[in-house]
């Protein structure tokens, strides 16, 4: 017999003040409007369209609109219309491009279960075939399915709590898996129950230990919460707990964001994978390894840099990208085509190296193990050494990429008369936030950029990934301080 939903509350199970929203994204032809009259239907709340919004308040059709006015206009009036959809009791269908809007994620997650629903383009085609409507583009419809899918790929996985393939399925069986989902959430009590195994051997801090035991077997569990953390060995001072709570509480997002501390990554995988967790940070000694879990890698992460720090779970698919580069990258924009060099060749160095060379610097990797810094700059056309030969390279820009300064270690890479004014220092240790070798930098009169400017970028980037929503920087930089 089929549970049954309490009528008008969204929020299952119902305690009276738990109402959220029904988000249904996708690309055309997947049957978000069908599947959102039922669910409307069996839940009696109404429903709503968002591309019906937009064509009732301009009294213009959508293709209209475009042809007319063009996209950036069209992507100006649907936000607008985004933003003034109640917070409550509703069911909401949206266009297929909303998921590329951040400030779209940003109001459609708030308080709200994102459904994404998804078909193969076979069947996309033969429903567009039946409602043909004035083309967006010059291509043939399957060209412009393809190449949206394509484009959008990423931001429809970030978009959705969970995700439902209606290739082959009825609306109503679509619209019963999802009511379903909103009142069990995905992991049986015997998967719940395994993964709460797993953090009481880790070294999780009793609070959070508390938090993922109402979370996953407590009385009044919430179904819907999701589960995201950081994969590592050791991982225990990692930051990015405390700082995405603190955004799932200002964003008002159902997950929780914790530790997956053990030296087995396979352990770690697997739990993930049962608790159907949203996504890893990953960091050491997993960066590397992590790739061979993964049914898809981003160019940047595996294919070129060789090691992966964000892995996302979406609709049956695991999927790697790497953050690290962009979080170097970023503080270092106006610093195209300088004279760098790079201390340390591991993990990390590997994604700095790529993002120096990125922008068009002239890189040195200097290393302790002189061998490991000719693999890297081998890897990617720049020039490698031995500590020693820093004095002779006199960079415009030194990174260090070792853990030399990072508590509890006091000592500093280079020496003070090594330090010159006309340098800029970018130290990526972050713990603690001003290092030795900042210290020693600034007094020298150096330019300096902490790591943890490194942290709040890469942290912004997964962010992004996970959720499709844009953090503004000072946000990060004031939850991390
Ligand atoms: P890793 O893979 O272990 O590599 C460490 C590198 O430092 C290796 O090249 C190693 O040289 C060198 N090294 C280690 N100890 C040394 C010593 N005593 N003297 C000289 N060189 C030494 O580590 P990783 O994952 O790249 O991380 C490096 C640092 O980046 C971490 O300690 C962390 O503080 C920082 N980090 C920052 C962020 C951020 O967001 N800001 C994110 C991740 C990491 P050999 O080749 O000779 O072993």
């Known amino acids: 017999m089929r549970e049954q939903i309490v009528p008008g509350i969204l929020g299952y199970p119902c305690t009276g003040d738990e109402m959220r929203r029904i988000v249904l994204t996708g690309f055309r032809g997947t049957g978000k409007t069908e599947i959102g009259k039922i669910l409307a239907s069996r839940l009696n709340v109404p429903v709503t369209d968002t591309d019906s919004l937009i064509e009732t308040l301009t009294g213009r059709s959508i293709p209209d609109i475009f042809h007319d006015d063009g996209e950036e206009r069209f992507r100006s009036i649907e936000r607008e219309v985004i933003a003034s959809i109640p917070k409550a009791d509703v069911i909401v269908s949206t266009g297929g ?29 033969k429903r567009l075939l039946k409602k043909p409507r004035p083309p967006l583009t010059s291509l043939t419809l399957r060209e412009e399915i393809a190449s949206m899918l394509d484009r959008r790929r990423q931001q429809y996985r970030a978009s959705s709590d969970f995700c439902m393939d209606t290739s082959v399925t009825s609306p109503e069986h679509a619209a019963e898996k999802i009511l379903a989902f909103l009142q069990t959430g995905i992991p049986t009590e015997n998967q719940r129950n395994t993964a709460l195994a797993f ?5 999780l801090p ?13 009385p009044d569990r919430n179904p819907r919460t999701r589960i995201l953390g950081v994969a590592g060995y050791p991982c225990a001072h990692s930051r990015s707990p405390k700082l995405f709570n603190a955004l799932f509480e200002s964003y008002r997002l159902d997950y929780y964001y914790t530790w997956f501390e053990d030296p087995q990554l396979d352990e770690i995988m697997n739990v993930a994978k049962i608790l159907d967790a949203k996504g890893l940070s990953v960091t050491i ?8 879990y993964l049914d898809e890698v981003d160019e940047h992460a595996a294919q070129k840099i060789g090691a992966v720090n964000t892995v996302v779970f979406a609709c049956g698919t695991t999927v790697g990208y790497n953050t690290d580069w962009l979080g170097v990258r970023k503080p270092l924009v ?25 922008l068009d610097m ?4 200097l290393n302790r193990t002189p061998d490991n810094a000719k693999k890297l700059a081998e890897r990617f ?23 030399l300064g990072m508590q509890p270690d006091t000592r500093n890479p280079l020496r003070v008369d090594q ?30 950029i902490t790591g943890i400017e490194m942290f709040i970028e890469q942290a912004r980037e997964q962010f992004y990934l996970f959720f499709g929503i844009d953090v503004p920087v000072e946000k990060v930089r004031e939850l991390v301080a």
């Open 97 to 125: 491009g909303v998921v590329c809007d951040p400030k779209n994620m940003e109001y459609l997650r708030r308080d709200s279960t994102v459904v994404l629903l998804f078909a193969d383009i076979d069947t996309i085609e």
């Open 199 to 203: 953090f009481k051997t880790g070294r």
């Open 206 to 218: 009793p609070v959070s230990l508390k938090k993922l035991e109402d979370i996953l077997t407590g």
């Open 285 to 292: 000694p997993f960066k590397h390894d992590v790739i061979e």
């Open 334 to 358: 106006s610093m195209k085509g300088a004279d760098a060099v790079l201390l340390g060749a591991g993990g990390v160095a590997a994604g700095a190296a790529y993002a120096l060379m990125d």
């Open 362 to 365: 002239d890189v040195t990797i």
């Open 381 to 403: 056309g720049c020039r490698w050494g031995t500590w020693e030969e820093f004095d002779r390279i006199k960079p415009d820009l030194v990174v260090n990429a070792t853990p």
């Open 419 to 448: 330090l010159h004014r006309d340098m800029t220092v970018f130290d990526l240790v972050y713990t603690p936030p001003v290092t030795p070798l900042i210290e020693a930098a600034r007094a020298q009169g150096c330019r300096t």
